[in-house]
C-alpha cells in the first residue's frame, strides 16, 4: 500500500499546487483587471477613507468637499456638493456605490493624494494618513450661474466659454442640470428622466452646427488661399447640388460678393460653392486642426466627451467618405458637433488662429497649502495663421454689428461672432414636431483683444440662434469682461 | 527515548513566536479599543499547548513530533484572524479550542488501543450516515444558504458532517482493510475495464449513494465532494486499482451532473460558479468579493487588521462570511500571496506527516486509518480554498483548524488524536 501512499501524497501536492497557483493569478496577475471591474467596490471604499480633497471654483467657492461621517475604525467621508446643481455639469461626482465621473473621475489622483510606494511607506512609519489634494479650477462662479439660469430660461441646451490666449475653460453648464448630491438615493431616476439630466451637453451633446460651421468654412477658404477678402463668388437664390435645391433664406440672390457680405448675411449659396471650391481633403484637414474627428484633450474621461464630425449611424467619416461637401460647408448633411468644440473654433480664432488646450483645472494644492502643480497652457494646434484669423475676426464683427447676430452686441465692446439655426424637425427628442431649431451662437470679445470665446446653444427651440442664442452669449461675455476676467 | 517529544517542544517554539508576533500586531492595531486583552489571549493560548505538550509527553511519547505543532500554528493563526475580526467571535472560539483539546485528549485517553474501533464499524458507520441525516430531522434541522448544514438542539448547535467525517473514514478503513484482499483478486476485466466483484461492491455504492443523498437531501455540495474524494482515495490505498478510482469519480460526476441539472441548489452553485459576473450583486456576491479581496492583497497584503470585511460605517458584508467560509480570501488580503503560500505549506506538512504515519503503520487498519483521515483533512482544506480561489465550487466547508465554528476544531482535533494515536504505535514498533 505504500507505493499507492505515496502517489497519494504526490496528488494532494498537485492540488495544493493549483490553489497557489489560483491564487496568485487573483493577488497578482489578474489582480489589476479585477480593480477594474464594475462590481469591485473596494477601491473606492478604500479610498473614501481617505479624506478626498476640495474642488474649487476660480475664486475660491468650495464646489466639492469630503466630509466625515461615524468614528474609529467606521470613520468614512462622504462627498458633499455645497453649490448643487450649478456644478453638476462638468464635476460629475463621487460616492462609493454608484462611482464617480466626469471632473472628480479624471483628477481622481490628485483628489485621493496617489502617492508612490515609498512615500505611503515613509508617511507609515511617520504615522501620517493619506490627504488628499485640492483642485482649483478655472470656472467663474457668476458666469456658470449667469449661464445656467439663462439656459433654464431659453431651453435645455449648453454653453461654454474659453479664455482664448490659455484655453482655460470659465464656464461649462448644461441644462437640464442634475443635483450631484441627490446620486446616491436618486441615480436610477436621473438615469431613467427622459430629459437626461447626466448628459453633459457642453461636452455630450452632439448637435448639428448649422450656419456656425461656416466659420470652419471661411477659415479654410482663407488660410488655404483659396480666398481672400476681396475674392467675390455669385450667390444666387438657389443652387442645385446633388439633385436637390439648396436654398438661401428667402431664396435671396445676393449676386457677386465677398466674405464679410457672406458671413453677415449667412448667405449659404455662397458658402456651399466655396466648400466644394476647397475639395473634400483640404476641408477636412482643417476641420482636424480645430479638433474635429479627435476626443478633445480636456481634462475629463475620454469616453465622457465625444467627438465632433460627420457621422453615419455613430461612424466618424473621413475625407475618403462620400459627402456632400456643399452642405458640409453650410453646417447641414450629417454634421454632429458638440459645444465645446465649437468654443474651441470661435477660441482658436480669437487667438490669432492657435488653439489652445481646454482645461477646466488651474491648480493643484495639498493639505499644507502648497501649489504642487500648475496648469501651464500649451497650444493644441494652429489651424491658421494670424492673418486669416484677423481677416475672419473682421468678418464676424459684421454679423453681431449689422448682420444676423444683432443681439450678441454689448455696449461699448466690439463682438466678432456667427450666429446657426439648424432645423431639427421631426426629431425625437423634441417630441418629433416640425418647428424645432437648434439655435447657436459662437463668438468673442472684445473682438479686437479677445478675452472670452462663447459657444452657447439651445435645443428644440422654435426660435432662431440670434433670438435665444445670441442673448445667452452676451450675458456670459458681459459678466466674464466685468469680473475683470 | 523522549527525543520525539523534545522535537515537538523545540518545534512550538517557532508556534510561540508567530503567535506573540500575532497578537502584539493585532494589539498595537487595536490597543485603544481592546486594551491588553490581546496580550492574555497569547499567554493562554501558549499555556494550553504547553499542557497539551505535557499530555503527550506522558501519554504518547512516540507520537509524531511535528503534527501537533503544526496544527497549534493553524489553530492559532486561525485565532489571531478570528480575533481581527470580532473579538467576540474569538472568545468562543478559544472555548472551542480548549473543549477541542479536551475531546482530543479524552480520545487518546480511551482509544489508546484504537483496533476496538474494528468491531464497532457497523456502529459507527451507522453513527455517521444519521449524522449526515441529523440536519434534515425535523424540530433539530437547520437551513443555512440552501443547504441543510447544522443541527440544533436545545442550545447546543453543530455540524455533524465535521464528526461524520471521521465515522466513514473509520468504517471505510476498517471495511477495506478486511475486504482489500478480495477487491483485488475477484476483480474481472469487462471490455477492457478492471472492475470489483459485485459481491463486496455493495457496501462500497452504499457510500456513492451516500455521497448523492448528500447532495440532494442535504444539499451539501462541499461535504459530499469531501466525503467522496477520501472514499476514492482510501479506495485506491487499498486496492492499487486505479480504475476503480476513474470508475468511482465517473459515477460521481454523473451524478453530481444530474443532479446539478436537477436540484436548484445545487445547479446555482455550479452557475454561480461558472458565470460569477451574471449577478455580481446577487449570488455571485460571495464568490466576487472574495476574488476582489484576493486581488487587493497582492504579494505582501494590506497587513494585519487593514482588511475592509463590511462597507465602513455599515453592517453590510463586503467579504460575506469571512470568519468561515471565505476566511482564506481575508488572509490573502491581508497577509498576501506569500502568507496564504505559508498557510497552504502548513496543510501540505501536515498531509506530509499524516502521510508519513501511514506509511510506518505496521497494520493494515493502522494505514488505512492514517491515509483516511489524513486524506479527508487535506481535501477539506483543498475543497473550501479551491472554493474560494474558483477552482470549484464554494461551498460551505470550514478551513479546518482556521475557520470560526466549534464542530470543526473540535472534530479536527479528534481527528488529530487518532493520528497521532496510529502514529505513537507505529513508531514504537517500529523502534522495538
Redesign the interface.
Known sequence: ?????????G???I??A???G???Y???F???A??D???????L??Q??IRRGRILAADGTVIARSVP??R?????YVRRYPEGALYGHPIGYSF?RQGDSEFEQYHDEELIGDESEFESILDELRGRTQEGNDVVTNIDPEAQRVALADLEAAGFGAVVAIEPSSGRLKVLASNPPYDPNRVPEHLSVLNRDPTSPLLDRATQGQYPPGSTFKVVTAAAGLDSGTITPETTIDAPGELDVQGQPLQNDFTEDFGPISLDTALTNSVNTWFAQLGEQLGEDTLFEYMDAFGFGSTPAIDLPSDQVYKSGAFDEGELLGPSDPVDLARVAIGQERLAVTPLQMAEVAAAVANGGSLMKPQIWSRVVDPDGRVIERLDPSQYSRPIDEQSAAELTTAMEGVVSEGTGTNAAISGVSVAGKTGTAETPFNETCGGGTEENQAWFIGFAPADEPQIAIAATVECTTQFGNDVAAPIFRDVAETILNGGG | MRSARNRELVALVPVALLLSAGFAAVFAQQSA?QGDVSLIYGAYFLAVCLATHVYLRLRLPDADPYLFPLVALLTAFGLVMVYRIDPDLARDQANWFVLGLVLFAATIHFLRDYDVLERYRYTIAGVGLLLLLAPRLPGIGQQVNGAYLGVKIGPLAFQPAEFSKICIVVFLASYLREHREVLIVGARRVLGVTLPPLKHLGPLLVVWGASMFMLVFIRDLGSSLMFFTAFL?LL???T?RFSFVVIGMALFLLGAWFFASTVPHVHDRVEVWLNP?ND??GS?YQI?QS?????????FGKGFGQG?IT???TDAA?LPAAQTDTIYALI?NEV??FG??AV?LT??LI??RG?KV??LADD?FS??LA?GLT?VF??QA?VI??GV???IPLTGVTLPFVSYGGSSIVANFVLLALLLLVSDRARREARA
Open positions: 500500500m505504500n507505493r499507492q501512499i505515496v502517489k497519494l501524497f496528488l494532494i501536492v492540488l495544493f493549483v490553489l497557489i489560483f491564487t496568485s487573483w493577488a497578482v489578474d489582480a489589476q479585477l480593480k471591474k464594475e462590481a469591485n467596490k473596494r477601491p471604499l478604500e473614501q477613507q461621517k461615524g474609529g475604525e467606521a470613520r468614512r462609493v | 479599543r482515495a485506491y490505498v487499498a492499487g459576473y455580481p450583486s455571485g466576487l476574488i476582489f479581496a484576493q486581488a487587493d492583497g497582492g504579494l475592509l462597507i465602513p460605517g463586503l490573502v498576501g500571496l496564504a503560500c497552504i496543510y501540505m498531509a506530509a502521510f501511514a506509511l493494515g494505514k488505512l491515509t486524506a487535506a481535501i483543498f480554498v479551491g480561489t474558483r477552482v
